[in-house]
């Protein structure tokens, strides 16, 4: 199994650009979710999805937008990039009712 | 609602020495608590979990962590550092029946030789 898998590793945005970070799993985990880690905030939640179809958000969602069509693919899409998006986005994932949530290697954006 | 301080974000010990990572809690439940580790450009991994089973938790690599419900505390010790234990730990809560993580800011260990 690849586990969480996350691409690009690192991107560099200007300004009002979109652009979509891919988040797949190969472990038929319900669950996904997005966070986004800043130096002395830990990790905070953007979105998650409980299943294909359903998706909610978390504490931090604004400017960011998620779909889940299918159980593996859980992509997080940047409308129009803002500097105050700059930081490293992480996908996890994990079986519904169990807590132990598997994480991808990250996504590191700059957006000038 | 839950949430998790963590206590220093900086902890700095010499190798073989004890480590203590401070872990406060705060939920409205009987809390799922965990300690993840991320070593330099990586994801987090799991090092241990508390699930109400026993208080005192083994996790990998030697840490382990006890579960205080009198002190809403779930510290994570080491009795002696190696330098691969060098990275930033985050303690995290999860409700018992939630399916959200909160994650506390984290603690970066530094292991000097």
């Known amino acids: 199994n690849a586990g969480v898998t996350q691409t690009p590793k690192f991107q560099v945005l200007k300004t009002g650009q979109s652009m979509t970070l891919q988040c797949a799993q190969d472990?038929?985990?319900?669950?996904m979710s997005w966070y986004r880690q800043d130096p002395g905030m830990g990790l905070r939640l953007i979105h998650y999805s409980v299943g294909a179809g359903i998706t909610d958000q978390g504490e931090v969602p604004n400017g960011y937008n998620v779909s889940r069509s299918t159980t593996e693919d859980f992509p997080l899409r940047l409308l129009s990039a803002a500097p105050s998006q700059t930081s490293v986005y992480f996908c996890a994932s994990r079986l519904q009712g169990y807590n132990e949530q598997f994480f991808g290697p990250g996504t590191r954006l700059t957006v000038l | 609602a839950q949430s998790v301080t963590q206590l220093g974000s900086h902890v700095s010990v010499s190798e073989g020495a004890l480590v203590l990572l401070r872990c406060n809690y705060s939920s409205s439940v009987p809390p799922y608590l965990f300690w993840y580790v991320q070593y330099p450009n990586q994801g987090l991994q799991l090092l241990l979990k508390?699930?109400?089973?026993?208080?005192l938790v083994k996790g990998i690599n030697g840490f382990e962590a006890e579960f205080k419900k009198s002190e809403t505390s779930f510290h994570l010790t080491k009795p002696s550092a190696h330098m691969s234990d060098a990275a930033e730990y985050f303690c995290a809560v999860s409700p018992q029946s939630g399916s959200r993580l909160t994650f506390g800011e984290g603690t970066q260990l530094t292991v000097n030789p």
């Open positions: 472990m038929n985990h319900e669950y």
């Open positions: 508390y699930t109400s089973a026993a208080t």
